[in-house]
């Protein structure tokens, strides 16, 4: 008997080959990046809930701490910025984690009583006062500074590719904050947390021009893959786009796409390794116990809350990782871009139809549910102009009123797509096996 996967995979290959022959080669191989992107987004997710049932709904939130990575990591300093109150706002951002740590601390040594939370209570205010009056100051110097082009203080001036494993980490720091936070509790009280959590980092994003230009975004991020305009003037490859027939500027859209392509490969095929190795070890049994029954579990003495601490780290990585990818592909971070419909619920989509549980089937999800995401558009106008109101009058309210509505069938097709999965194949075009 011939496997689901391959036949699946085929057929959403088909819809790429379909995309270039019908459309623009250009525009399939931006729709694959950005499908392989969503696949490891969706790879992050089945982590956390196929693996260990955990439920984020803040997914949006750790992309974006990876898209914020690529800037600290890769932009340039800005040497004006940090003259201008750099070292101020470090010095207060270290107030700000010793303030924090000093209350932590006098939760642990004090004894419980109405003391500790006074002390508590004091030590947080005293220093959240004091970090004010340091980190105002600075802010408003460095914001200052050039702020049509510049205002914040940029970055470490490294490699972009270097971003990627960072992206990873910070949003691994922010899932550990959340998860010795909330993993304790109950399953719908992780999924408000981690919904206000991301809320609260795209808030930051948007609000702290020093960091991230705000609203106003960072533009001209550094490529790993070479620029569009050094390929059409290399002469190397001109003669390369003239043997082959096509036209130098096409060609070199196409050119850096693939490089894109091949590097994004790259890292699906070594987390596809990582995580079918750990989905297959001892640990991913003992999760998928943990999964199906915790309170089993723990009568065998397996420590429940610090497994699910470990895969939602893990997890959040690889969805930080995938952000910061994303903004290297984009060559820009645009904080405002980042809304749940896209970043959360969009990668449920492609967890559920996939295949809860199964790597292979997050992958091909983020794939599928991708090109329909961008392609629902222009196909649903098409049919709608050409099919569906062809016999009508050019003046016709019903007509004007069917065109209009052909913004909102991604939504439709998305809820219908996830209905059909959900009667047909309830466990997702790739069950678990």
């Given at each position: 008997m011939i496997s689901r996967g391959p036949i699946f995979f085929a057929l959403v290959a088909l819809l790429f080959i379909g995309t270039g022959?019908?459309?623009?080669?250009?525009?399939?191989?931006?729709?694959?990046?950005?499908?392989?992107i969503s696949g490891i987004m969706a790879l992050g997710v089945n982590m956390q809930w196929g693996y260990a049932g955990l439920f984020n709904v803040g997914v949006m939130g750790f992309v974006a701490l990876g898209g914020l990575a690529a800037v600290l990591?890769?932009?340039?300093?800005?040497?004006?910025?940090?003259?201008?109150?750099?070292p101020r706002i470090l010095f207060g951002l270290l107030i700000g984690a010793a303030t924090i740590a000093a209350a932590i601390a006098l939760w642990t040594v004090l004894p419980r009583s109405r003391l500790r939370g006074l002390a508590i209570v004091v030590v947080l205010v005293g220093g959240y006062a004091i970090y004010r009056v340091v980190i105002l100051p600075a802010v408003a110097s460095v914001e200052s500074v050039n702020?049509?082009?510049?205002?914040?203080?940029?970055?470490?001036?490294?490699?972009i590719l270097l971003a990627w494993p960072v992206g990873g980490a910070l949003a691994a720091g922010a899932a550990w904050i959340i998860g010795k936070t909330a993993l304790g509790l109950r399953s719908d009280y992780l999924a408000i947390a981690t919904l206000g959590i991301s809320e609260i980092v795209i808030a930051i994003l948007k609000n702290e021009d020093w960091m991230s230009r705000g609203v106003k975004n960072v533009t001209g991020l550094p490529r790993p893959v070479p620029y569009e305009i050094d390929l059409q003037n290399a002469d190397w490859f001109r003669d390369l786009a003239d043997r082959i027939g096509v036209d130098v500027v096409t060609f070199s859209s196409i050119f850096v796409k693939l490089c894109y392509f091949g590097l994004f490969v790259a890292?699906?095929?070594i987390l596809i390794a990582l995580t079918q190795m750990a989905l297959n070890s001892p640990w991913g049994r003992m999760m998928r116990a943990i999964r199906d029954n915790e309170t089993a579990a723990e009568a065998m003495g397996k420590d429940v809350t610090r497994r699910h601490l470990q895969v939602f780290i893990l997890g959040s990585a690889v969805l930080g990782l995938a952000g910061a990818m994303m903004t290297t592909l984009d060559g820009?971070?645009?904080?405002t871009n980042y809304v749940p419909l896209r970043f959360t619920f969009l990668v449920w989509v492609m967890v559920i139809v996939g295949g809860s549980g199964n790597n292979w089937g997050a992958i091909l999800g983020g794939f599928l549910i991708y090109w329909c995401w961008e392609q629902v558009a222009p196909i649903g106008g098409w049919l709608m102009e050409n099919v569906v109101t062809a016999?009508?009058?050019?003046?016709?309210?019903l007509r004007a009123h069917l065109l209009d509505s052909v913004a909102h069938m991604r939504l439709l097709t998305m809820g219908l797509i996830l209905l059909l999965v959900l009667r047909f194949s309830p466990r997702g075009l790739l069950p678990e096996r």
């Open positions: 022959v019908l459309q623009s080669w250009d525009l399939a191989l931006r729709l694959l990046n950005m499908g392989m990591v890769s932009m340039p300093p800005v040497p004006e910025a940090w003259a201008a109150g750099g702020p049509s082009v510049s205002g914040y203080l940029g970055g470490l001036g490294l490699p890292v699906t095929i820009l971070l645009s904080p016999g009508m009058a050019e003046d016709s309210p």
